[in-house]
T-cell receptor, first 111, second 114 residues
Framework: GEDVEQSLFLSVREGDSSVINCTYT??????LYWYKQEPGAGLQLLTY?????DMKQDQRLTVLLNKKDKHLSLRIADTQTGDSAIYFC???????????FGAGTRLAVHP | DTAVSQTPKYLVTQMGNDKSIKCEQN?????MYWYKQDSKKFLKIMFS???????INETVPNRFSPKSPDKAHLNLHINSLELGDSAVYFC?????????????FGNGTRLTVT
C-alpha cells in the first residue's frame, strides 16, 4: 500500500548540517517532494526531485534519491534557527497527483 | 497577492452544527484539493477537483461535501459536525493532476468542534 515514513524528531546545532530521511513505497512515483511547515502556517514547497534523478541541489538544500531502496533524503547545509520547522516528505500516488505525506520530521535548531 | 487563500482562518463551533470553509486560488491552476491535518500533524487527502470535476474522493463521511463553482474556487461544507472533525483543513492547488506539478497550499483553517 501507500506509505511514507520519516523519523519524527531531529535536533541539530546551528551551523551544522541537517539530514532528514524518508522512505516511500510507491515505485511509480513520478516526483518526490519536500515541504516545510512553520508553526501556525501552511505547507511551503521546498524542493522536489524527478524520479529519474539521483540528486538535486538548490542553494543550501541537497536532495538525494535512492530509487532502488526507495529512500529520499534532504540535507540542509549550515542550518539556521529559521530552519526550525516540520519537514514533510511526500510521494505521488494513484496517477491523479494524490500526494501521500509522511508524518513529518520536527527539526529543532539550537545555538 | 496571496496564491491560495482560505477563509476563515479559525472556526470554533458546537457539535451538530453545519459549517463551510472557502478556498480561492489566483494561480490559474486547474486542480484543487482539500487535505486534513490531525493533531499529530498527519496529512491526508480528502478530495480533489480538476476543472470543476471531482477526481479524488477518499474515504470521507458523507457529511463532508466539496463544491467547486469554478476552477478558482473549491469550498468545503460540513454537516452535523462531530468532535472528531476538529483538525486543520488545508486547501491546495496544482497546475495539473498526474503528479507532474507541485501543490501550493493555503495557510489552513483550524476547526475546533466543542
Amino acid at each position: 500500500g501507500e506509505d511514507v515514513e520519516q523519523s519524527l524528531f531531529l535536533s541539530v546545532r546551528e551551523g551544522d548540517s541537517s539530514v532528514i530521511n524518508c522512505t516511500y513505497t510507491d515505485s511509480s512515483s513520478t516526483y518526490l517532494y519536500w515541504y516545510k511547515q512553520e508553526p501556525g502556517a501552511g505547507l511551503q514547497l521546498l524542493t522536489y526531485i524527478f524520479s529519474n534523478m539521483d540528486m538535486k541541489q538548490d542553494q543550501r538544500l541537497t536532495v538525494l534519491l535512492n530509487k532502488k531502496d526507495k529512500h529520499l533524503s534532504l540535507r540542509i547545509a549550515d542550518t539556521q534557527t529559521g530552519d526550525s520547522a516540520i519537514y514533510f516528505c511526500a510521494e505521488t500516488s494513484g496517477g491523479y497527483n494524490k500526494l501521500i505525506f509522511g508524518a513529518g520530521t520536527r527539526l529543532a535548531v539550537h545555538p | 497577492d496571496t496564491a491560495v487563500s482560505q477563509t476563515p482562518k479559525y472556526l470554533v463551533t458546537q457539535m451538530g452544527n453545519d459549517k463551510s470553509i472557502k478556498c480561492e486560488q489566483n494561480l490559474g491552476h486547474d486542480t484543487m484539493y482539500w487535505y486534513k491535518q490531525d493533531s499529530k500533524k498527519f496529512l491526508k487527502i480528502m478530495f480533489s477537483y480538476n476543472n470543476k470535476e471531482l477526481i479524488i474522493n477518499e474515504t470521507v463521511p458523507n457529511r463532508f461535501s466539496p463544491k467547486s463553482p469554478d476552477k478558482a474556487h473549491l469550498n468545503l461544507h460540513i454537516n452535523s459536525l462531530e468532535l472528531g472533525d476538529s483538525a486543520v483543513y488545508f486547501c491546495a492547488s496544482s497546475q495539473e493532476p498526474g503528479g507532474n506539478s507541485p501543490l501550493h497550499f493555503g495557510n489552513g483553517t483550524r476547526l475546533t468542534v466543542t
